[in-house]
C-alpha cells in the first residue's frame, strides 16, 4: 500500500527582505548600547557635580562643555 499524501517541505521562515537583520539579533546589542549610552549620561550630567565617585575635578573637567550643552546644572 503507497501513501497518497504529497511530501511538503517543512515549513521554512518567511524570508526577510535584504538587509534586515532579526530582532533577536539586534536585541542584545541594543541594550549594551543602552547600558554604555546611560554610564556616559551618568558621567555628563551627574559624575562630580550632584554626586561623586572619584575624587577631585577632572571627570568634571573633562564634560564640562558637554553638561553645559546639554543644559544640565553645573555653576
Ligand atoms: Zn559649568
Redesign the pocket.
Known amino acids: 500500500m503507497t501513501s497518497r499524501v504529497a511530501a511538503r517541505p517543512l515549513a521554512a521562515p518567511a524570508p526577510s527582505p535584504a538587509g534586515a537583520i532579526p530582532l533577536a539579533d539586534i536585541a542584545p546589542w541594543a541594550v549594551f548600547a543602552a547600558i554604555v549610552a546611560l554610564i556616559l549620561l551618568y558621567f555628563v550630567s551627574t559624575e562630580q557635580g550632584a554626586f561623586a565617585l572619584f575624587k577631585g575635578m577632572y571627570v ?1 573637567e573633562l564634560v ?1 562643555d558637554g ?2 550643552l546639554l543644559g544640565f546644572p ?2
Do not use: K
Open positions: 568634571h564640562h553638561r553645559h553645573c555653576h
